[in-house]
């Protein structure tokens, strides 16, 4: 799975096309969480969106941290200053 079409998925989310819902959260900064059917697993640091550290598409096709260093990008890299807000804002306790 490329990191473009992960990148699409968060924002889709970030531009209120797909909802987001926020499956669980984690003490070492992780949240889970679903955008239409994809399942992804995000790294915050002190409330800031760090990076993507899995992804599991709707068909079940994964990738991860290992994948994404290979190319060095990771799919959050690709947000927009205003993207990467609206996540963090919807990401928010």
């Given amino acids: 799975m490329n990191t473009r079409t992960i990148y699409q ?11 987001l ?3 669980a959260r984690h ?14 697993t995000l790294a915050l640091d002190n409330e800031s969106l760090a990076h993507c ?3 599991q598409s709707a ?5 991860g941290l290992e994948d994404w260093q290979r190319y060095g990008s ?3 890299d690709l947000l927009s200053l205003w993207e990467r807000t609206q996540l963090e804002r919807l990401l928010a306790p």
């Fill in 21 to 23: 819902s926020i499956e």
């Fill in 9 to 19: 998925c968060l924002r889709d989310a970030a531009l209120g096309i797909h909802a």
């Fill in 74 to 76: 990771n799919p959050v």
């Fill in 59 to 63: 068909d079940g096709e994964q990738s």
């Fill in 53 to 55: 550290v899995h992804c």
């Fill in 27 to 40: 003490d070492q900064g992780l949240v889970d969480i679903v955008i239409n059917g994809w399942r992804l």
